[in-house]
């Protein structure tokens, strides 16, 4: 979980936050939107979305869901390459200039 919702999640349990105000749903968290909104109701926080989109079938939904998921592991995959790839042009960098 993000530091930004941890936070936001400690404030809505300490009653201190009445309204979220999100431009779309699914920005505020990709997965688990409904135990979200289940503990904001428990707690008096309102969620408004400004702009809703179309009521998507179940299909739909799922469907995002999965592409979802894809690219947030597939951008962790590129993202540890990528990191790995600058650590041993560093090194080689370093050996060179020896």
Do not use: P, W
Not at 15 to 31: G, S
């Amino acid at each position: 979980m993000k530091k930004g919702l941890k936070e936001l999640m400690k404030l809505i349990q300490s009653n201190q936050v009445e309204r979220i105000v999100v431009n779309y749903r699914d920005r505020l968290i990709r997965f688990g939107m409904e135990l979200v909104e289940q503990i904001c109701e428990c707690h008096g926080t309102e969620i408004e979305v400004i702009n809703h989109t179309e009521d998507k079938t179940y299909e739909q939904e799922l469907v995002e869901d999965m592409l979802s998921i894809m690219a947030v592991f597939s951008s962790r995959l590129y993202g540890n390459r990528s990191h790995k790839q600058k650590r041993i042009k560093e090194k080689i960098e370093d050996i060179l200039k020896e």
